[in-house]
C-alpha cells in the first residue's frame, strides 16, 4: 500500500495511490506499507531511485543500512513494535530521503507511526518538508521508546518490591516459592524488551549521525540540524537508561536465584537435622535388635524400657543442641 502525504494550508492531506497514479503536487512523504514489487517500481519510476529488498533492510552490516546514491540518503534502523505483548519484536524500517520527497518502506506498524500521523494531521507544520517529516518520524520512534523504557521501569520497581519485600500475611513457603519463580520469568521477559529496545537505540543512535552528517554537507536547514542534535542527545541518555536497567535486571535476577538457593538450603537442612536426630534412635535399635544369646540386657526387666529412653534422650538431645545454636 502506498499512502501520500501532503501538507495543505492547516491540513494534512492523505492519498492512497496505485500503481500507475502520479506523483501528488506538494507530497513531502510517501509511506510504503509492506508493498507489493509493482507497488516498489512504481515509487521507483516516480522518484528515480533504487527500493532495497526485504533482505537488504534486515541486513546488519552498517554500509548496507546507511549509505547514498548521489543526493538520495538510504537509512535503515530497528524499530520496536508489539511492545505491551508478551512477545516484542523489532523490526526494519528503512528511510529514504531525497529532495523532492521522503520515502519509508517497512513491512510493520509501530505505534510511533501512527502517534506521528495522528500529531502532523493537528499540526500539518510538522510535515513541512521532507527533512523536517523525517526528523519528526524519527522524533516519534524515540518518544515510543522512551515511553516503553519508562514501562519497563515501573515493572522492574515492582519486581524489587516482590524480590526484597517481606512474605505476605497467611502465605505459605510454597506460595512464596512459586512468586520468586514466577518473578524469574517476568525478569526474563523484562530483559528481552529491554534488550530490544537497545538493539533498536543502536541503530538509531548510527541513523541520526548519519543523517547529520548528510544534512551538513548538504547545507540542510538550521532547525532540521538543530532537531537531529537534540535527538542525538535523547538517544544517548536513552541507551545509558537502558544500561542502568539491564545492569539493574541482572542485579534482581541474582538476588532472586540466591533467594531460591536460601529456600532450597533451607530443606536440605531440614532433611539433615531430621536425619542427625533420628540416626542415634537407630544406632541403639539396630543393637538390641541383634539376635546374640550374649546380651544381658535381654533377660533384664527393665531392659526393653531402658532401650525405649535411651532412643528418646538420644533423639532430643541434638534437637536440643541444634535449637540452642539457633541452627533450627
Known amino acids: 500500500m502506498i499512502t501520500a502525504y501532503l501538507p495543505q494550508g492547516s491540513l494534512l492531506q492523505k492519498v492512497d495511490l496505485t500503481p500507475g497514479d502520479a506523483l501528488p503536487e506538494g507530497a513531502v512523504w510517501l509511506d510504503l506499507m509492506e508493498p507489493t514489487p509493482a507497488e516498489e517500481k512504481a515509487v521507483e519510476g516516480l522518484l528515480g531511485l533504487d527500493m532495497p529488498t526485504r533482505e537488504e533492510m534486515q541486513e546488519i552490516e552498517i554500509s548496507s543500512r546507511l549509505y547514498r546514491e548521489g543526493d538520495v540518503s538510504y537509512m535503515t534502523a530497528s524499530v520496536l513494535f508489539h511492545s505491551e505483548t508478551p512477545l516484542p519484536q523489532t ?14 518502506l517497512r ?68 506460595q512464596s516459592d512459586t512468586d520468586l519463580e514466577a518473578t524469574v520469568r517476568r525478569l ?38 538543530q532537531w537531529l542534535k537534540t535527538l542525538s542527545r535523547d538517544v544517548q541518555s536513552l541507551s545509558e537508561q537502558s544500561a542502568f536497567m539491564a545492569h539493574k535486571g541482572n542485579f534482581l535476577l541474582d538476588a532472586t536465584l540466591g533467594l531460591i538457593n536460601i529456600q532450597q538450603t533451607k530443606i536440605i537442612k531440614i532433611f539433615s537435622v531430621a536425619a542427625t536426630v533420628f540416626l542415634p534412635p537407630t544406632l541403639i535399635a539396630s543393637i538390641y535388635g541383634m539376635n546374640f544369646h550374649s546380651m544381658p540386657e535381654l533377660d533384664w526387666t527393665f531392659g526393653y524400657p531402658m532401650a525405649i529412653l535411651m532412643m528418646i534422650m538420644s533423639a532430643v538431645l541434638p534437637y536440643w543442641w541444634f535449637k540452642r545454636k539457633g541452627w533450627l
Open 91 to 104: 523490526t526494519p524500517i528503512t528511510f529514504i530521503r531525497s529532495h523532492r520527497a521522503l520515502v519509508t
Open 107 to 174: 513491512y510493520a506498524d509501530p505505534q510511533a507511526f501512527r502517534s506521528f500521523v495522528s500529531r502532523a494531521q493537528r499540526t500539518p507544520s510538522l510535515c513541512a518538508s521532507p527533512d523536517a517529516t523525517l526528523c519528526g518520524l524519527l522524533d516519534a520512534i524515540i518518544d515510543r521508546a522512551a515511553d516503553v523504557l519508562e514501562m519497563t521501569g515501573r515493572d522492574l520497581d515492582e519486581t524489587s518490591r516482590t524480590v526484597f519485600g517481606h512474605r505476605r500475611d497467611g502465605q505459605t513457603a510454597e
Open 188 to 225: 526474563g521477559r523484562i530483559e528481552d524488551l529491554n534488550s530490544r529496545i537497545r538493539d533498536s537505540l543502536v541503530t538509531l543512535n548510527r541513523l541520526v549521525a548519519f543523517l547529520s552528517l548528510n544534512l551538513a554537507e548538504q547545507r540542510g536547514t538550521k532547525e532540521s540540524r
